[in-house]
């Protein structure tokens, strides 16, 4: 994790920053995984409320070489700018950039226990009446699935500032719960 790449959806009157970053990631996802390796990291270095217009991709040069080698970008580049290959400047610290995978609605968690013949139907009554549905309120990007072509939404948490960084391995998003990126 020396180095870093940096991309940054521009504003399109067709498209907005959400549906263009989506698309980026989207299209990340194929090649990361393709690829393999889980050596490559990403963080929204701008992330609030919305993931935000930036995606910082980190790893060594070999790695962000091959990657750039796939232009996996193709039909996004008139959407994105992106900088070069670059070393990683200094760091604040580093963190854990992670998804994270809400249980789902008590509705649904109810019915699938009526269904697998967990609970009667009755007992599901009486505990949707107490139950209280959880809203997520982390930034988010809305997603379809490759395989099963549903839409769903990949939810994405930062976590604290660490002194040291932890080694590990990233998913075909760029995101893990235990490696962590050099935040700067």
């Not at 959400?18 to 690829?35: D, F, S």
Request: aromatic share 8%.
């Amino acid at each position: 994790m020396d180095h870093y790449l940096e991309i940054r959806v521009m504003p399109d009157p067709e498209f907005n920053e959400e549906m263009l970053m989506a698309a980026l990631m989207a299209k990340l996802h194929r090649v990361l995984g393709a690829r393999g390796k889980g050596d490559i990291g990403i963080c929204f270095p701008k992330m609030a409320v919305k993931p935000g217009d930036t995606l910082r991709v980190h790893g060594t040069r070999t790695a962000l070489d091959e990657l750039e080698a796939t232009c996996w970008r193709k039909g996004l580049s008139d959407y994105c700018q992106c900088s070069v290959i670059s070393p990683v400047p200094q760091v604040k610290g580093w963190r854990t950039v992670s998804r994270y995978q809400p249980k789902g609605s008590p509705q649904r968690l109810l019915r699938r226990s009526v269904k697998k013949g967990w609970i009667s139907e009755d007992e599901a009554l009486k505990r949707l009446e107490t139950s209280q549905e959880k809203r997520v309120s982390l930034p988010y990007l809305n997603m379809k699935s490759l395989s099963s072509k549903q839409n769903f939404r990949l939810f994405i948490r930062q976590g604290e500032m660490l002194p040291q960084p932890v080694y590990g391995v990233f998913t075909s998003y760029g995101l893990s719960a235990t490696a962590t990126i050099p935040w700067f």
